[in-house]
């Protein structure tokens, strides 16, 4: 008996005759099965997870996100559950002044040519696996973990356990959409040594989702930051807090100091260490920390940008290929990009895999790199103490919030590059 996932249209399969085996299936992975479909190939994911299940709590998807959310037809599904914050908004946490404004709402949507939108992760996934449902062309298999790869001059086989049992599935591309820890990375790295390994950033982030209508929801109205996502900046910590699952809730995060916790998703670490690094800061600030507890602890891993494909049959995307600290809110963003421009990539060179995803590697390598200078950047900015927070603030206000919008127009306003065959 096999444990091939079924093909949901046989007669239509059939017709496909490149096949593209992805390992994960989460944002990373779906948007990726979405693309390859879109492109004219036919998918396999494979989740090692018996049941989807969102990691995770709020995500910010700016438009270079939503952008291609929506030419993937997903879009539309999320958009019930997701709230269109009309400013990104930074505070001072000691005193709660604003010390600049980017407009998002229609603003930012008129001028980027698509939504600025948070969301609960599990509304995104959701979004996207309805619309894999749709797709003849893909087959998802949860329960399934990549145990070993194969790669020859014709393509590559990944050898499959699912329910106990051993499965090979052949195709031309295996695709690493399977997060920091990815399996896939870390089968490629006992063959070569170019493929880096996760590490410990030093960076805990605490998370607490509550109810709007919670004693939590009604602290965080009084901040007046129920239809934005605000950043509140201390030298210790910074928090960024906004809406979700239709206003319903809001996510809260807090970025501190601390030591490795667990290897995995949350892990528990000393609530004293987010409490001692917001001494100092504003009563009703102090106050939504109390009452939003307890809070979980997820330590912050980064991957190295090294080696992200062999020659012609694997590649790693998002997480798995360059995990980066979340400070420009774009780690799950760059993720979407990858998986879009790869299958274009992979669908231009039908006949020279390698030149595909070389093609694909010069043009992500940059626009990664430049992403995770972004994140550091900001990071120096809201922890800044002393005469540096004093020069921060004077310089986001003379920008003012249309030159900070300006300032965002190389991120936000990315389109997927045209390849053009030399």
């Known amino acids: 008996t096999s444990t091939r996932p079924p093909d949901r249209h046989p007669a239509m399969t059939e017709t496909r005759s490149r096949q593209v085996i992805i390992a994960g299936a989460g944002i990373a992975g779906l948007t990726a099965a979405l693309a390859f479909a879109e492109r004219g190939l036919s998918v396999k994911v494979f989740e090692q997870a018996p049941r989807l299940e969102a990691a995770g709590a709020g995500i910010q998807l700016s438009p270079n996100a939503t952008r291609i959310l929506r030419q993937l037809g997903a879009l539309d599904r999320l958009a019930a559950r997701a709230i269109r914050p009309e400013a990104v908004v930074l505070k001072d946490a000691s005193s709660l002044r604003e010390l600049a404004r980017v407009p998002m709402g229609q603003a930012g949507e ?87 390994n996760s590490r410990f950033s030093g960076e805990l982030a605490w998370r607490s989702t509550v109810a ?124 979407i990009e990858d998986a879009a421009v790869l299958a274009s990539a992979v669908a231009d060179f039908p006949g020279d895999p390698a030149q595909s995803l070389a093609v694909w590697e010069n043009l992500r390598r940059p626009r990664i790199a430049k992403v995770a200078r972004r994140g550091a950047l900001n990071r120096l900015a809201w922890h800044a103490t002393g005469p540096v927070a004093i020069a921060r603030n004077l310089f986001v206000a003379a920008r003012g919030p249309r030159k900070l919008a300006s300032d965002l127009d190389w991120l936000y306003g990315w389109e997927q590059p045209k390849i053009v065959r030399r």
């Open 110 to 196: 008129d001028r980027w040519r698509a939504p600025y939108l948070v969301a609960h992760r599990a509304d995104v996934q959701a979004a996207l696996l309805s619309r894999v449902s749709e797709q003849p062309a893909i087959s998802l298999a949860t329960g399934a973990r990549v145990i070993g790869i194969a790669i020859d001059t014709s393509g590559v086989t990944a050898t499959v356990e699912a329910e106990g049992r051993t499965v090979e599935a052949r195709g031309d591309l295996l695709v690493g959409a399977d997060g920091v820890w990815s399996s896939i990375r870390a089968l490629l790295a006992s063959q070569e040594s170019g493929f880096a």
């Open 212 to 335: 709007a209508d919670s004693a939590a929801g009604r602290i965080f109205s009084t901040l007046g930051a129920g239809d934005c996502v605000t950043t509140f900046l201390h030298s210790g910590f910074h928090m960024v807090a906004y809406p979700v699952s239709g206003g319903e809730a809001f996510n809260l995060v807090a970025f501190t100091r601390g030591e490795r916790i667990a290897e995995g998703w949350s892990g528990h670490a000393d609530p004293a260490i987010l409490s001692g690094a917001m001494r100092g800061t504003a009563p009703a600030l102090l106050r939504l920390a109390k009452e939003a507890a307890p809070w979980i602890a997820w330590p912050i891993h980064t991957v190295e940008q090294r080696q992200w494909t062999t020659p012609r049959s694997v590649a790693l995307i998002g997480d798995a290929a360059h995990a980066m600290t979340p400070f420009a809110a774009q780690g799950a963003v760059m993720a």
